[in-house]
């Protein structure tokens, strides 16, 4: 552990301890003052749950995007138990409280064996870290397994109700429910230290924060095990803020891992097309060199390698400014004029350029315009045996067009016709939400068209 992140972690963990002193001195107060007995009217606890119910049902969402992005089994675990919690409080607590009455002995049980399976995959998910490959099926059976263990727990409260009950010969908590509680706090304490183990090792922000919602709900549970009654609003006002801090807390390190994945992503897409663009150019700069070194006539030789060098150099000035946030379709209009006299040169394909100064390219569909066009050229040049291609782009009906068309040998509509090339100019369309189609037939020549979203 680094001396940054050691730093981090001792401030973090001496909050924790100051948190859980005043939490303990606070309900060391309430026992002796009231005996923590406060019986809340049902408006209460309906805000109260319906607070909790919809918390936990974002934080499970949050958890199943992450999931799908990473596909570590901390997320689908965090998934699950949130989103058992979302689906017990809305059954066994909403319901009846919707009724303008507080829950039933079965209710409350149901809702307490709900409450402690969440609490468990909660726990387990402080102590794993493998990620699974079949996200699609793990998803399935996370969803199929909230709604046994909802009905499992609906059969169980009522079995419960029937041998336990919540209250005493007094009026005060039965002893069932109060161990039930324990059980609990010990979860949630399991978790909360298994996850602030997990911040100390990795320094991740969901850790701390996971940490410190836990540690409250530890304390939510403990004043449930000490309460004089079985209903109480005390705990819930500190399970509220439970989830409020979790709420925070994962919505924050959520944003930030899925920024550290937009920057991933953008830092793949720009090695790629330094790869897909500068390669031809360097790979011709390349072969010219070699023509020289073999003897080539420097008179024919040395004016293509200036051509390709300005090209590689066109190209490279174009990829910095599509790449960036500049608007304007200027350097879109000099990079491929400049790349189609580059194609052109050596007099065996004639391309014409139509661009409508009107039609502005924002930058991300400029790369992918500029690569799609690309490629049908090279299509036109290299497979289809071409001698004359148009390039247009424009305004038709409302909505820019972008068409590539060519006079060559054509094929069979619905074919394989270029492979691979023809496959990624459809996947850079559907990168930038455009439309792709194509019209072919053998000796008619090849026409891509690409629809552009609204501007």
Request: aromatic share 8%; net charge negative.
């Amino acid at each position: 552990m680094n001396g940054t992140r050691g730093d981090s972690y001792r401030s973090w963990l001496i909050g924790e301890l100051v948190l859980a002193a005043v939490l303990a001195a606070g309900t060391a107060v309430l026992v002796v003052v009231s005996g923590l007995h406060n019986d809340p009217q049902p408006p209460a606890r309906l805000a109260a749950d319906t607070a909790v119910a919809v918390v936990a049902a974002i934080v499970a969402v949050l958890g199943l995007v992450r999931f799908q992005v990473e596909g570590r089994a901390l997320d689908l675990l965090l998934a699950a138990g949130f989103g058992l919690v979302a689906a017990g409080t809305i059954a066994f607590e909403l319901t009846p409280l919707l009724g303008a009455d507080l829950p039933s002995a079965a209710e409350a049980w149901s809702s307490l064996a709900v409450d402690l399976a969440a609490a468990t995959l909660i726990a387990v998910a402080a102590f794993v870290s493998p990620r699974l490959a079949h996200r699609h099926r793990a998803l399935a059976a996370t969803g199929a397994g909230i709604v046994v263990a909802v009905a499992f727990a609906w059969a169980a409260g009522r079995v419960a109700a029937a041998a336990l009950p919540l209250v005493d010969a007094e009026g005060g908590r039965a002893p069932g429910p109060a161990l039930a509680y324990a059980a609990l706090a010990l979860l949630s304490l399991a978790a909360a230290v298994g996850f602030g183990l997990r911040f100390r090792r990795h320094g991740r922000d969901l850790d701390r924060w996971l940490a410190l919602a836990l540690t409250l709900v530890v304390f939510a549970d403990l004043h449930y095990v000490l309460a004089a009654s079985p209903y109480l609003l005390y705990n819930d006002f500190l399970r509220l803020l439970a989830y409020a801090v979790l709420l925070v807390g994962v919505w924050r390190a959520y944003g930030y891992a899925e920024f550290g994945r937009a920057v991933a992503e953008e830092r793949a897409r720009v090695a790629r097309e330094i790869h897909d663009g500068l390669a031809q150019y360097l790979f011709a700069i390349s072969a010219h060199v070699s023509m020289l070194e073999a003897g080539a006539d420097l008179d024919e030789a040395l004016p293509r390698l200036r051509r390709a060098a300005e090209a590689a150099q066109q190209e490279a000035r174009f990829a910095v400014l599509a790449l960036s946030s500049a608007s304007g379709t200027a350097p879109f209009d000099a990079a491929l004029r400049r790349y189609v006299e580059f194609l052109t040169g050596d007099g065996r394909l004639d391309v014409e350029l139509d661009i409508d100064p009107d039609v502005r390219l924002a930058p991300d569909e400029q790369i992918e315009i500029f690569r799609i066009v690309q490629e049908g050229l090279a299509n036109a040049r290299h497979h289809a045996g071409a001698g004359r291609a148009e390039v247009t782009i424009a305004h038709r009906a409302g909505r820019r067009v972008v068409v590539v068309s060519d006079d060559g040998v054509g094929f069979e509509n619905g074919g394989d016709g270029a492979g691979q090339g023809l496959r990624n100019m459809r996947l850079r369309a559907d990168s930038i939400h455009g439309g792709f189609s194509l019209r072919s037939a053998p000796g008619a020549g090849t026409a891509i068209e690409v629809v552009l979203r609204p501007a």
